[in-house]
Each structure stands twice: as structure tokens, then as C-alpha cells.
């Protein structure tokens, strides 16, 4: 845990199947009130990025009017920033004691496991969101549900530069220790 950063620099190979597969088995394991499992999780690589491409490109036209033709190629070229993107998301679920919040914070959960599972197989991540992330024109451009909640984007590929300086946290301005 103490080892893994944020790796915005990423190049092939990303996991394989199995790697994925043991990532995200890894990441349901997340804490979970109610055991509702409110994680989703979906994989764009090889031209399935340019799937994800078209949605950037798609949902800058709906927020900016004047986006002239020629900046598609650039919103297009951000799903290849990496040879793989994991898209997660919230499937949030009608619970008489598991509020939304619950389930957005159980697939935040599932998240940092996948990013902590794909350090530990030797693969770099970057965590993405922003604006984007939170309208229902992405939802839509995506086929979620109204009710879904999307996490983030993480790209996945193998970090072009081994980090060898990880800083240190200092924990002093963020804890308080409370005893008597």
C-alpha cells in the first residue's frame, strides 16, 4: 500500500483476463453495508477505447456549443492514454437501510482495492473523474441507469517510468487522536 502512487504515464502491456479477473474478485471484497455489491465494473482496451473516445467527444458537443469539428480527434485520443480503461461505477439499489451514499462509498471501496491489486501486480493506474463523470448525458452516452453513480475511470497500463521517490505522508495535520 505504502508503494502505490498515481501513474499518469502508461504503456502496454495492461493486466491480462485473468489478471482482471483476480483484480476485481479481489476488489468485491471491498466493505459493503447490507451486502447489496453495488459495484460495476466495465473494461475498454484494444479499439474498445475509441467506444469510450466517442463519449468524451459526445458529451463535450452537449456541454460546449461552438466545439468545432476538429478538436474530436484530441477528446477521441484520451481513451488511449493508457492500453486499458476500467470504467466504475455504482449500481445504486432501492435499501430501507443502505442509503445511496452507502453504496457510492462501498464502489469507491471496490476502487482503491482494484488500484491497490493492480500495484501489486506490478501495473500502474490513474484515477480519473471530473464534471464529466457526474452528468446524465455521460449515463446516457454510456447506457447506466439514471440511478447509477459513476466512480471513476482508471487507466491501466503498465507506468512508462519506475517511480523511485514515493513521498512520505505526514499524518499530523489530518489526525487526532482522541483518548480520555
Same mark, same amino acid.
Given at each position: ?5 498515481? !501513474?499518469? +504515464? $502508461? %504503456? ?7 489478471? @482482471?479477473? &483476480? ?6 471484497? *471491498? *466493505? ?28 463535450? $458537443? %452537449?456541454? /460546449? ?8 480527434? *484530441?477528446?477521441? #485520443?484520451?481513451?488511449?492514454? *493508457?492500453? &486499458?480503461?476500467?470504467?466504475?461505477? +455504482?449500481?445504486? !439499489? ?8 452507502? !453504496? ?5 471501496? +471496490? &476502487?482503491?482495492?482494484? $488500484?491497490?491489486?493492480?500495484? &501489486? ?7 480519473? %473523474? ?5 452528468? !446524465? #448525458? ?7 441507469? +439514471? %440511478? ?11 507506468? #512508462? ?7 512520505? /505522508? /505526514? $499524518?499530523?495535520?489530518?489526525?487526532? @487522536? /482522541?483518548?480520555?
Amino acid at each position: 500500500m505504502r508503494n502505490r502512487i498515481s !501513474q499518469p +504515464a $502508461l %504503456s502496454a502491456p495492461a493486466p491480462t483476463s485473468t489478471e @482482471w479477473e &483476480a483484480i476485481l474478485s479481489a476488489a468485491s471484497r *471491498a *466493505a459493503d453495508h447490507g451486502n447489496l455489491k453495488p459495484w460495476r465494473f466495465r473494461i475498454y482496451e484494444g479499439e474498445g477505447r475509441a467506444r469510450l473516445g466517442q463519449i468524451y467527444w459526445h458529451h463535450a $458537443l %452537449s456541454e /460546449v456549443d461552438s466545439l468545432p469539428a476538429s478538436k474530436e480527434e *484530441a477528446f477521441i #485520443k484520451k481513451a488511449y492514454r *493508457a492500453p &486499458a480503461v476500467l470504467l466504475v461505477y +455504482a449500481h445504486l !439499489q432501492k435499501h430501507p437501510k443502505v442509503p445511496d451514499i452507502e !453504496q457510492v462509498m462501498a464502489a469507491s471501496a +471496490a &476502487a482503491q482495492q482494484v $488500484l491497490l491489486g493492480l500495484n &501489486a501486480l506490478g501495473y500502474g493506474a490513474m484515477w480519473r %473523474s471530473g464534471p464529466a463523470c457526474f452528468t !446524465q #448525458k455521460t449515463k446516457d452516452l454510456l447506457s447506466l441507469e +439514471a %440511478s447509477d453513480q459513476i466512480i471513476g475511470l482508471i487507466y491501466t497500463g503498465t507506468p #512508462k517510468e519506475k517511480s523511485t521517490f514515493i513521498p512520505e /505522508v /505526514v $499524518l499530523e495535520p489530518y489526525l487526532k @487522536w /482522541v483518548r480520555d
